[in-house]
Nanobody
Framework: VQLQASGGGLVQAGGSLRLSCAAS????????MGWFRQAPGKEREFVAG????????SYTDPVKGRFSISRDNAKNSVYLQMNSQKAEDTAVYYC?????????????????WGQGTLVTVSS
């Protein structure tokens, strides 16, 4: 599976961005999808995950209530809507795909990765 993330950019604190991740695979609906981020000097961390049908989601505590993950299996795409952004959301954001059932917050549990898209939040 090839993943292409897009939508990053510069946004002011309190603003919004929507990230997109397009998959090359027609069996996209067979994969759990996740978004991770890596801030400068820090390890990559889990942000949000969504199950195959889109009926269940999972979020890391710092983004709960501000970020929303969704997917459109007909378009082979997953999205991350980021609202009320904070300076600490600044990072490179990656989408990832996982073949196995169940949510996973550890990046080693994901099988395929996009190239990353940079989000910079100015305070």
């Amino acid at each position: 599976v090839q993943l292409q993330a897009s939508g990053g950019g510069l946004v002011q604190a309190g603003g919004s961005l929507r990230l997109s991740c397009a998959a090359s695979e027609r069996t996209f609906s067979n994969y759990y999808m996740g978004w991770f981020r890596q801030a400068p000097g820090k390890e990559r961390e889990f942000v949000a995950g969504i199950n195959r049908s889109g009926s269940m989601t999972s979020y890391t505590d710092p983004v709960k209530g501000r970020f929303s993950i969704s997917r459109d299996n007909a378009k082979n795409s997953v999205y991350l809507q980021m609202n009320s952004q904070k300076a600490e959301d600044t990072a490179v954001y990656y989408c990832a795909a996982r073949r196995e059932l169940g949510f996973a917050t550890v990046d080693s549990k994901y099988d395929y990765w996009g190239q990353g898209t940079l989000v910079t939040v100015s305070s």
